[in-house]
């Protein structure tokens, strides 16, 4: 399966390859696919499995209404964060020699973090600075991308000597 979708990727390359390494190149492919696949559930989870509805629970620790938008941003962080994890590892940073336990936490690491600073520096520079809010989330997701890209390579996923 790793073959195939290398091969796949790999096809595509080319054109890009006066910019672009390899690795950055299927970093970039996996990433996009990680994305568009968050759009996709997000989608399925906010309009079929719960039907733009707002979820009540009676739980102490947790508020007592969730969103429909917030709910299905959950379902599709939880499915997007496993997604994205097997792709960087089974097929982008394949020659980590950390434990996948350590490789787990310390990509969950990069995405709450990611979570954190996408939230700060959209609230900066949409209230703050006045900018359109999607030229800011073009801005960051620009951003947030290189960020994430050296956190995975030297990180999460980084090669001990």
Known sequence: M????LKIIDFFYTPF?????????????SGGSTAATGIVVYYIAYNWILH???????LPPLPGLITAPTAALAIESVITF????????????????????????????VVVTNILLNYAMLKVLV?????????????????LAVFSYFSQKHFSFKVRK
Request: charged letters at 20%.
């Open 82 to 109: 496993f997604i994205g994890f097997m792709l960087n590892k089974y097929l982008i940073f394949t020659k980590s020699n950390l434990k996948g336990r350590i490789q787990l936490f310390r990509y969950g690491s």
């Open 17 to 29: 390859s006066r910019w672009l390494s390899l690795h950055t190149f299927r970093y970039i492919v």
């Open 127 to 143: 209230e703050a600075f006045g900018f359109y809010p999607t030229i800011s989330k073009i801005i960051i997701t620009v951003f």
């Open 52 to 58: 733009q509805k707002d979820v009540h629970i009676d």
């Open 2 to 5: 790793r073959k195939a979708l």
